[in-house]
């Protein structure tokens, strides 16, 4: 039976560890702040937002939302995002994306102070991963390391398969696991015979965006499938092709009118990796407790706070 990796569990760790650092910074100084900028009314953003402000007060983190509207022009959010970084009280400022099309994304992330930038996007962040130096890492990727190391699964000298290239998640998550001695190899949609090169993979990750999309022919008999994909179907013909098998979630899916599904197959991900994350419950957790981590790991070092417990 394959093991499941289970991200609310280690989720929880983390924050359980977090909490005492917070009470610490609080009692040395002041508690953490985070900044959350929220543009516009877009759901998926609003919820993202929500559970990220309910993270901070469940640890005690003091967080703001700023919500200017999507007519908003790039040198205005540069503007907000300017008096936050001069601010002594924020430690952290994080802008939702995505951003308005008329916004230049790019000169937006590059206007938050490095220091501050808990989600890890600037180039400055960038740079420091790529050269494996100290400083704020993507919060998805990092909770993606924290999980495999928090399970024990053995790094260096496995082959890794990362399917996907973005900044956000393929791109980081395969330096990070190059960082720790596996020999990567990055996929993409122009990737020739992807399943042979998947299946190669005694570590696969798979950041798509594609509903169940690597089936049992990507996935090596005992291979462990990191899943971060996060699809809502709403097709009912969909859901019966992929969990035909499951009637506990047909029935949800009868209930709610839609399901959540990762990038692998749950079918076949159950039957032939050796440990898999599940969708929803695996990665998503951990992008939240990163989050966290970073915005009282910036807070110590604004405040010269060590992380030492006590
Ligand atoms: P992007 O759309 O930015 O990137 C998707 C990547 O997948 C691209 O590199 C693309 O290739 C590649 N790709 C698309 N189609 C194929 C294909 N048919 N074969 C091979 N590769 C393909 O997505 P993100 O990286 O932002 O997110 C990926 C998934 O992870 C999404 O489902 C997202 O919702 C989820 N996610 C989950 C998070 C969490 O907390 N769990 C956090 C962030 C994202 P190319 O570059 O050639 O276009």
Known sequence: MAEILDGIRIRDEI????????????????????????????????????NKVKACETLGIRSEKLTPPDTIATDELIAIIESLNAREDVDGILVQLPLPAHVDTRRVLEAVDPD???????????????????????????????????????????????VGRSDIVGKPVALLLMHEHATVTICHSRTSNLAEVCRRADLLVAAIGRAAM??????????????????RISDRGQAEAIFGHDPEKMAEF??????????????????????????????????????????????????GVCSASG
Do not use: W
Request: glycine share 10%; aromatic share 4%; charged share 25%.
């Open 254 to 303: 009868d209930r709610k009118g839609s399901l959540l599904v990762g990038d692998v197959h749950p079918r076949d991900v159950a039957r032939c990796a050796s440990a898999y994350t599940p969708v929803p419950g695996g990665v998503g957790p951990l992008t939240i407790a990163m989050l966290m981590a970073n915005t009282v790991q910036a807070a110590e070092r604004r405040l």
């Open 214 to 231: 690597l089936t049992a022919d990507y996935i090596r008999q005992g291979a462990v499938v990191i899943d971060v994909g996060i699809n």
């Open 116 to 162: 501050k930038d808990v989600d890890g996007f600037h180039p400055l962040n960038l740079g420091r991963l790529v050269s494996g130096r100290p400083g704020l890492r993507p919060c998805t990727p990092a909770g993606i390391l924290e999980l495999l190391k928090r399970y024990r699964i053995p790094i260096a000298g496995r082959d890794a398969v990362v």
């Open 15 to 50: 924050q359980a560890e977090l909490k005492p650092r917070v009470e610490r910074l609080a009692r040395a100084a002041r508690a953490p702040g985070l900044a959350v900028i929220l543009v516009g009314n877009n759901p998926a953003s609003e919820i993202y937002v929500r």
